[in-house]
């Protein structure tokens, strides 16, 4: 029998298999993305019926198999119960999560992007930030996390330092020279500008510390939008969920 293993981390996703029982997917901070089954784990009397919820952080006792670990224990220390009670902080949690899911390595651990996540779903739960801005954030903090950063302190042309416009096709910002020997550049106001570089510069505890103008999120909106749909090409189906309720 092979031996007992723990992992810190969270469950990105639960779902059945067979009569009984679930297969998880967790991100950990030693191994990265691993795959896990949980036996017996949808009989009413389990002892991982509460444990093997999404979006349950903790530190989860496996065993490890060929292919897959196999779950027989662990402790939870956060269920982030706030965003599991709201049907719109649900949406943005799984797709946070299908996003980790999707960009995680297996094997490798990366405990900013379980810092990340972390983070993102604490202040989900907290409700003083508009839930599309934690998108926005979140989703231009992920890239750079992932080696993807927007080129967002230079321009991506010249190398000026004083930027003033998007470029999506250049991966990043231009400065008014550039910008006007483009075409579809998109010019920013200097608080898009700061508020983009904030995020690709601060730590993860201070990530979401801020609101905007309901003018410079429309900017903000845009650019990191399209940024994002441009690196990451799959189509989750939990922001179709998400759409739906909009």
Do not use: W
């Amino acid at each position: 029998m092979r031996d007992k293993i723990e992992l810190q981390g969270m469950i990105l996703s639960s779902m059945p298999v067979g009569d009984y029982d679930k297969r998880l997917v967790l991100l950990t901070k030693e191994r990265g993305k691993i795959t896990a089954f949980a036996r017996g784990a949808r009989k009413p009397n389990s002892p991982y019926l509460g444990l093997s919820e999404p979006f349950n952080f903790g530190t989860f006792s496996l065993i490890e198999g060929f292919d897959a670990y196999r779950l027989i224990g662990g402790e939870v220390k956060e269920y982030f119960p706030d965003v599991k009670n709201d049907i719109e902080g649900i949406c943005y949690g799984t797709y946070f999560c299908d996003v980790l899911e999707y960009l995680s390595v297996e094997g490798i651990g990366d405990v900013n992007m379980l810092n990340l996540l972390y983070i993102s779903l604490k202040v989900l739960g907290k409700k003083k930030i508009s839930n599309p801005l934690i998108r926005r954030i979140f989703e231009l903090k992920v890239l750079a996390l992932d080696g993807e950063a927007m080129a967002a302190f230079s321009c991506v042309k010249c190398g000026k330092k004083q930027v003033s416009a998007f470029y999506l096709q250049g991966n990043g910002l231009l400065c008014d020279g550039c910008a006007r020997q483009v075409q579809r550049a998109y010019t920013l106001s200097e608080s898009a500008l700061y508020m983009i570089q904030y995020v690709l510069s601060a730590p993860l505890n201070k990530l979401y510390t801020f609101q905007v103008a309901d003018d410079v999120f429309r900017e903000i909106d845009t650019v990191i939008g399209s940024y994002f749909s441009q690196h990451v090409t799959k189509k989750f189906n939990s922001l179709e969920i998400l759409s739906s309720l909009s």
